[in-house]
C-alpha cells in the first residue's frame, strides 16, 4: 500500500476515534467531555394530584466514560439519594433501604423520588449541549441559549461561567416539561459550579 494511502487511512482512523458518542449514539462536537466533576445546586417545582409541590437541595456529579455517580442532599446536608448509572443500568439508593436497580434512570427517579430527575440528559446539559426534537446535536451558546429536546424537555441556558469563551460552560440551566406520567408543570432551575480540575 503506498505511504500516502497508508497515512491518509490512518489520519481517518484517528478522527474517527475522537468522535466519542453520547448515550443518544449522536456524535459530540466542540468541548464535550466524557470525564467530568460538578456540584451544584436544583430547585424542583411540580404539580402531582392537584397539589404544588416543591424541593431544593444539592447536587454532586461524576461522569465518566460510560458512568454516572450522582449524589443528591438535601437542604439540610442529609443524603437524599445516591444513584448510579452505567449502559446495563441504573440503581437508585436512599438511606437506610435497599438499593432498586431497573434499566432506565428517568423512570427510577419518578417512581421513587415523586418526580423525573433526567439524569440521561443531564450528561449533557451541564456541559450546554442537548438532542434537539429533530435528534440533531445542539450547542448552546449566549446567542442560541433554548431547546427543546427529542423527550420532551424545554431547556433555556440562562447564565454562563464564561460567556466569550469558544463553547462557554452554562452555570444556570432552567429545564421544564408540561408533563411526564402524573407530574405536571415541572420545573427544575440547575446551578452548575466551577468543573472541578
Known amino acids: 500500500m503506498p505511504i500516502t494511502r497508508r ?20 456524535a459530540t462536537v466542540g468541548a464535550y467531555r466524557d470525564t467530568i ?16 409541590e416543591s424541593l431544593t437541595g444539592s447536587f454532586d456529579w461524576t461522569q465518566r466514560p460510560g458512568n454516572v455517580d450522582v449524589t443528591l442532599t438535601g437542604p439540610l446536608g442529609q443524603t437524599v439519594a ?14 437506610g433501604r435497599a438499593p432498586i436497580t431497573e ?4 423512570s427510577l427517579t419518578q417512581r421513587i423520588l415523586g418526580w423525573p430527575l433526567p439524569v440521561s440528559g443531564l450528561r449533557d446539559w451541564l456541559q450546554g449541549y442537548a ?15 433554548e431547546v427543546s429536546t427529542q423527550d420532551g424537555w424545554r431547556l433555556r ?5 464564561d460567556a466569550n469563551a469558544a463553547q ?3 452555570r444556570v440551566i432552567y429545564a421544564t416539561r408540561a408533563a411526564s406520567g402524573d407530574i405536571q408543570d415541572l420545573s427544575i432551575r440547575i446551578i452548575v459550579n466551577p468543573a472541578q480540575a
Not at 89 to 94: D, F, I, P, R
Open 157 to 161: 441556558f440562562v447564565e454562563w461561567h
Open 103 to 106: 434499566a432506565n434512570i428517568d
Open 37 to 52: 466533576d460538578l456540584d451544584g445546586r436544583l430547585s424542583v417545582n411540580y404539580q402531582k394530584n392537584g397539589n404544588g
Open 82 to 95: 445516591t444513584i448510579s448509572v452505567t449502559p446495563q443500568s441504573a440503581t437508585l439508593t436512599q438511606a
Open 131 to 145: 438532542v434537539d426534537a429533530q435528534g440533531q446535536r445542539f450547542s448552546a451558546s449566549p446567542a442560541r441559549n
Open 168 to 170: 462557554p460552560v452554562p
Open 7 to 26: 497515512l491518509s487511512l490512518l489520519v481517518l482512523a484517528a478522527t474517527l476515534a475522537g468522535c466519542a458518542t453520547t448515550s443518544n449514539n449522536v
